[in-house]
């Protein structure tokens, strides 16, 4: 189970930090992947992280304004959203892929999904 949290309503440049908790001994062996959907549109990747944490990816519209980190030991995933924009509004969610897809930006290859957070950004 993948429990998001840290969603808000926030202004154009503020930062959030967005967490996903997980349950279960072995989030360590999952790649994590975080994802948002905004109104009207697809839910469309953010940014995913490796099981060991050793390799991040990220969309290129996030790229250098957004750092996912994981601390196995909590098993928590981060999304530290800096510079934030309006079109950056969506809910997010977090996932967990099982495979070795290293196709981390489909969402079909996530096999577990939280709840969403809501963040809102305004101009």
């Known amino acids: 189970q993948l429990q998001a949290s840290g969603g808000g309503l926030v202004q154009a440049g503020d930062s959030l930090r967005l967490s996903c908790a997980a349950s279960g001994r072995t989030f360590s062996s999952y790649d994590m992947g975080w994802f948002r959907q905004a109104p009207g549109k697809e839910r469309e990747f953010v940014a995913a992280?490796?099981?060991?944490?050793?390799?991040?990816y990220y969309a290129g519209s996030v790229k250098g304004r957004f750092t996912i980190s994981r601390d196995n030991a909590k098993n928590t995933v981060y999304l530290r959203m800096n510079s934030l924009k309006p079109e950056d509004t969506a809910v997010y969610y977090c996932?967990?892929?099982?495979?070795?897809?290293?196709?981390?930006?489909?969402?079909?290859?996530?096999?577990?999904w939280g709840q969403g957070t809501q963040v809102t950004v305004s101009s």
């Open positions: 996932a967990a892929k099982g495979s070795s897809s290293r196709y981390y930006n489909l969402s079909i290859v996530y096999d577990y």
């Open positions: 992280i490796t099981s060991n944490g050793g390799s991040a």
